[in-house]
DNA sequence: TGTGGCGATGACAGCGCTGTCAACAAATTG
DNA sequence: CAATTTGTTGACAGCGCTGTCATCGCCACA
């Protein structure tokens, strides 16, 4: 077997395999990209040669000569939490299939870690952005905006978009939990929340607008911290003391709610009988649960299809953006065991 | 404020800087990498251009003159399951901090992705990769080992590693397990297990050894698809059909844990006075729980950490391996209220 | 047999950046 | 004051690939 030379990097390159296969450089790529332009002749014999050095392209190269890069830039706040898998799932089943490699980073819930993120991804030239939420840094909405591709901001809705919006109305979610629990004829509600994350505080928004409306006293019990299972635990606990005569709660997500319940059961109060609890988000655990705990389902699967959806057509047309530069795509309340109309 | 020419791509470049600031593209180039490198009068000229034409840096220019990418890729099975986001943190926070970009891959579980997603990772050419698992394909271990870069096994333990191996002993760990649920005098037991995840399987053989060796009969109940709290309940539901008289159970992972708790919940089986239960992995929700259950815990922080440190290492230092090629981080076993003696 | 058309292949330049070395001025030394 | 060192800056080539155009043979048709 011919011993071909190998570059710094120890890696066959494009040329070494054109040197083996006895072929032009331009042949070999043509073979890897677009194979009907070669006969079936040279490309079998270029075909053997890849594999014989176990060549593998040099994605920055082909890059920066062809300026494609078939990224896709998303970035999200975190990715413990459920909540982005599924999006995240809904992205990829779109993008990946086209061909397209999702690129992701992490900004931990913080604006100025997202900025950074969205500079750092800026540098890799990502054919299009997904982000979460709408409260970006207005150097991060500038280097956006300079950079001209497509950009959609998901998971809510904004009145100023960068470029593209796909979302839910958080507040009128909120709206919508605190509805249900009046209908079942709660007076007596209460909020616990971790507004760390910042759609958090406009559910709160909604919830506060319509109990305010049927003359509620809008109750809240929050730490500004990350949520987790533990932290509703604690909360619940805050809020027996402090409001113990509440008889409903809306919990800002789903893992608050389970720790809430958790604490519940841990202190012998009946759920739903003496308390009911709503969660948000609607994750495996809520239906799961024992009792399965009502929630607020939101879309988050179908956030990350639909902003493949676009971004594929864009990418694929002419650069051109849809006519419709938002959609909305609702969300469901679930009703579950953990809610019960109020026999007081 | 003059129009500096623009690139295709519409977006400025290092020759646009230069332009503007009046100096030659390597030194913008040194403004930006060794700012001590040049005087303090060019290098303010300079980043006042940055500045102005909100430049950023082409990584894919760079990494290909340069031949460094800053990029470390890390192949996960799932972005979804808890326990791979606190392995990726592990890797985040050190990494991140020193000037790396951590780009994540997801196998889905399935060994024929994971192979293509290495063959994708290996074009982007990173500095290092780790992957989750030993079971990868021999085309993929041909490619990492061709590759040449540090290569980093993880979450389990092998006598024939790629290059570098950071984990515990998946069977050690469930032997650990089902010796914990002899010991507090249980007989009938049964596991509970999806071994969609191949270390499950690992886990499942040490408990069965371990009750062999005790003359006791290792039952275990199983369905090969992805674990969901859901599926806890399932499983129990079959277990209790075919083994009624089970006492103790040893769950593969805590979702399935969770998930047999709340079915034994809502059959009124008491935990743990009828029914022990035992997790895996000591996720948040084992220890929020109630009642609490019982896991092993697995360093999958510490795996992260471990593992970046030793990349940063390698990759600071000459290159060099360092001497030990297998860490073995082990595992411990956290006894919460879910499992207890069994007084038959 | 001559001419046009077509498909298949190659030569060449250049994407945006960095490594290397040369050039030069200022500072230091004997 | 000449010789040398030190510190800054620039010119140039090239990383590995692809877009573009030129070239080459071959066939069909007249």
Redesign the interface.
């Known amino acids: 077997m011919k011993m071909p030379k190998k570059n ?4 066959a390159t494009l040329n070494d395999v054109a040197t083996i296969a006895h072929v032009s450089a331009v042949t070999v790529s043509r073979v890897l990209r677009r194979p009907e332009m070669v006969s079936a002749d040279l490309r079998e014999r270029v075909l053997k040669a890849v594999r014989e050095l ?1 060549y ?6 082909s ?2 000569a062809s ?1 494609r ?1 078939g990224r896709i830039g998303v970035i999200v706040p ?3 939490n ?1 909540v ?3 999006f ?2 809904g992205i ?1 089943d779109l993008m990946v299939p086209a061909g397209f ?1 999702v ?2 980073l ?1 900004s931990n819930y913080m604006p100025g870690l997202e900025e950074s993120a969205i ?2 991804m ?4 990502p054919e299009a952005i997904i982000l979460t939420g709408t409260g970006q840094t207005k150097q991060a909405r ?2 956006l905006e ?3 591709i497509p950009v959609i901001q998901t998971f809510e809705l904004t009145n100023r978009p960068i470029d593209m919006n796909i979302g839910l109305s958080q507040s009128d979610a909120g709206y919508g939990a605190a509805e249900h629990l009046l209908k079942l004829g709660h007076r007596k509600l209460c909020a616990i929340s971790a507004p760390f994350d910042a759609r958090s505080l406009k559910r709160l928004e909604g919830y506060r607008q319509a109990l305010t409306e049927s003359g509620v006293e809008p109750r809240i019990v929050s730490v500004d911290e990350p949520s ?3 932290l ?2 604690r909360l619940l606990v805050e809020m027996v003391e402090r409001f113990p005569e509440t008889t409903a709660i809306f919990c800002g997500n789903d893992n608050l709610a ?2 809430a319940m ?2 519940c ?2 202190r012998g109060i009946a759920v739903p009988g003496r308390m009911s609890i709503l969660g948000f988000n609607d994750l ?2 809520a ?4 009792p399965a705990i009502s929630s607020i389902a939101t879309p988050r699967y179908e956030m990350g299809r639909a902003a493949a959806e676009i971004i594929l057509e864009i990418v694929r047309g002419s650069g051109k953006r849809p006519e419709r530069r938002q959609i909305d795509l609702g969300f469901k309340l679930i009703e579950r065991d953990s809610t019960a109309a109020w026999r007081g």
């Open positions: 710094i990097s120890g890696r176990a593998i392209p040099n994605q920055m190269a890059a920066l300026s890069t975190s990715f413990t459920g982005f898998g599924d995240l799932r990829h490699q690129v992701m992490n500079i750092t800026l540098g890799q030239f500038r280097a300079q950079s001209g987790s299972i533990w509703g635990s389970l720790g958790f604490e059961q841990r495996e655990l239906g799961s649960a024992y």
